[in-house]
């Protein structure tokens, strides 16, 4: 049954939950926002702390403060401290077992619980946490919705209020990504050390419940459609047959984007001296070491070793690696040197005096096809 509310504190605390939820989606949804993400995880922890504070204040009135060993409320500023989202979602879950969360939609909550106190007190680059946390942000906004509207009633519900927002093609290449990867902060690589671990640890049945993560395949509805039909269509994973399910799973499957640890790192870049081994290898010219220098100077692939900028290389070529301090090459490269030994008889003997002024890579690659 429905909590009915009427002008009071509790109604007073619930609209003050669904604004805080209006203004995370609202601020979410905004083009050229650096930090979505953070913004819409903050409002979000308050706005599912209100909803909570609205239920206990219609339930058992303002009880749900902390108290001290001696029975007195704990104050902060002179204000009674009221129960954090945590404790929240304990005390909800004892006192109202009919209506208690399941454990995927806990395990989001717990998710965001920590990422906000990581906000809170680290600095990183806002969309590089946007891309490993959309799916439980989405999980997060729905479950808030179903909540609201199970203790109060379809009155209060907000989806007539949000809009599906508007996608670009996106799309990376191989080294765009590895490059992403290798230029994360080291506060971006703990938030990711973080969440990687979190996903890891949660059981199968959790992991794959859209209560902690929605996962979304955008797939053009193409001919054969009605034409009076919505251009977006919600599928809900609970009301579909078996058939479906089973169609949908042949769709996933070749899109899995569960955490996996590898023993292994910077897959497919190579050192200066692997790469001399791979173009001698294959050309059988005797490179060294001094030859490389003096080819990564000239084509301008990277910056000298001084450089305030380690971070701006040629992506295609060359990428920094923080944690060791060095640079590591692509196989584009390796073919690169490859082309300007075959094509344009560079050598072990005459590199050095070829590269004392700067090459034109441009020229290199279009007439060398690299």
Not at 135 to 143: S, V
Request: charged share 30%; aromatic share 12%; net charge neutral.
């Amino acid at each position: 049954m429905t909590i009915a509310l009427r002008q009071g504190k509790a109604k007073s605390i619930l609209e003050s939950s669904r604004s805080c939820v209006l203004t995370a989606v609202e601020t979410y949804n905004r083009p050229n926002n650096l930090y979505r993400s953070e913004n819409y995880i903050v409002l979000m922890v308050i706005g599912w702390t209100k909803l909570f504070h609205a239920y206990f204040q219609a339930k058992i009135g303002s009880k749900y403060f902390y108290k001290d060993k001696n029975g007195r409320y704990m104050k902060i500023d002179g204000e009674k401290r009221a129960w954090d989202l945590r404790e929240c979602v304990k005390q909800f879950n004892k006192k109202d077992p009919e209506l208690k969360l399941s454990e995927a939609m806990i395990k989001n909550l717990y998710f965001f619980i920590e990422i906000r106190n990581k906000i809170e007190h680290s600095f990183w680059c806002g969309a590089d946490l946007d891309l490993y946390v959309f799916g439980e942000c989405q999980a997060l906004l729905f479950n808030y919705e179903k909540l609201l509207v199970n203790l109060f009633g379809d009155s209060y519900a907000i989806e007539g209020c949000l809009a599906f927002t508007l996608q670009f093609s996106h799309s990376r290449s191989e080294n765009q990504s590895i490059s992403q990867k290798m230029l994360l902060s080291k506060e971006i690589r703990d938030l990711k050390n973080y969440i990687d671990k979190y996903k890891i640890e949660l059981n199968q049945e959790v992991y794959d419940s859209q209560e902690y993560s929605i996962k979304f395949l955008l797939i053009p509805k193409v001919s054969n459609t009605n034409r009076k039909d919505m251009a977006v269509e919600f599928v809900n994973w609970n009301t579909i047959d078996a058939v479906d399910r089973e169609n949908y799973q042949k769709i996933t499957a070749i899109i899995k984007d569960k955490i996996v640890y590898k023993s292994a790192s910077n897959i497919n870049l190579l050192k200066p001296s692997n790469v001399i081994d791979e173009v001698n290898q294959k050309t059988g010219a005797s490179l060294n070491m001094a030859n490389h220098t003096c080819l990564w100077k000239a084509f301008g692939i990277r910056p000298e070793r001084n450089s305030q900028d380690k971070f701006d290389t040629m992506e295609k070529y060359c990428l920094y690696d923080e944690p060791h301090d060095d640079y590591l090459y692509t196989n584009e490269w390796v073919n690169f040197i490859v082309n300007l030994i075959e094509k344009y008889k560079f050598n072990k003997d005459n590199i050095k005096e070829r590269c004392e002024t700067k090459l034109d890579l441009k020229e290199y690659e279009y007439n060398g096809g690299c």
